[in-house]
């Protein structure tokens, strides 16, 4: 399969349904945040998105990680401090 057939598909696609475009890539971008927020460690998301290095994963979603862990420090606040009825 050529690169650019999915590229014209989901363009195709989205004006059909009138839609906004998305770029393939669009959807790795979001399968690595899914992870992240859902507390998939940095090593099984690395390896799931193809990248050698660990280092290449927390560089690129450096953004995405930050804000998970806020995420998850405000859930373990909630348990922590969560007060007995």
């Known amino acids: 399969m050529h690169p650019d057939s999915v590229t014209d598909w989901l363009k195709k696609f989205s004006k059909r349904h009138n839609l906004p475009h998305i770029n393939p890539h669009a959807f790795r971008h979001t399968m690595a945040s899914m992870l992240y927020f859902n507390g998939v460690d940095s090593m099984s998301t690395s ?3 193809g990248h050698a290095q660990v ?3 927390a560089n ?3 953004h995405v990680l930050e804000e998970a862990d806020r995420k998850n420090a405000d859930i373990l606040a909630d348990v922590f401090l969560k007060k007995k009825a």
């Open 60 to 62: 690129i979603y450096a």
């Open 47 to 49: 390896k799931r998105l």
């Open 55 to 57: 280092s290449t994963t």
